[in-house]
């Protein structure tokens, strides 16, 4: 079975990816999907620690809950020690649909570049 996955520049340092089975075949368990998709947010989060990833699953054939029960169990068993991610669920009720999103982010970049000059500076102002 082909599968695309799909990198979107969003702008200001996010970009959304996707994955999806081409043509009109079922989808069929196969670990080199897993091994792949994981290795790419691996590969991009190294060479772009400080964008955040959105994976939104695709919803066309009513499947984007089975690939979002799918993509937390690959990350939680094999998603590098850096990646944070924080799982959305978004409901539009005008089209009645439910979308499955997740942000996926470089902790280290995080806690390096955003946190600490937070933290540091309340720290600052407390001592004042």
């Known amino acids: 079975m082909k599968n695309i996955l799909l990198f979107t520049n969003l702008g200001y340092q996010s970009f959304e990816f996707s994955f999806y089975p081409v043509g009109n075949r079922t989808s069929v368990f196969d670990d080199r999907i897993r091994t792949t998709i994981l290795k ?9 620690p400080d964008c955040v990833l959105l994976y939104i699953c695709d919803s066309l054939d009513n ?5 979002n029960i799918l993509f937390n169990r690959w990350f939680r068993e094999v998603a590098p020690p850096h990646l944070l991610k924080f799982n959305r669920k978004i409901i539009d009720t005008d089209l009645d649909m439910v979308y499955y999103a997740a942000f996926v982010f470089n902790k280290l ?4 570049n955003v946190l600490e000059p937070y933290v540091d500076l309340e720290v600052q102002n407390l001592s004042k």
């Open 109 to 112: 970049y995080i806690a390096e």
């Open 40 to 48: 790419v947010l691996k590969d991009f989060s190294d060479t772009h």
């Open 63 to 67: 499947q984007a809950r089975a690939r």
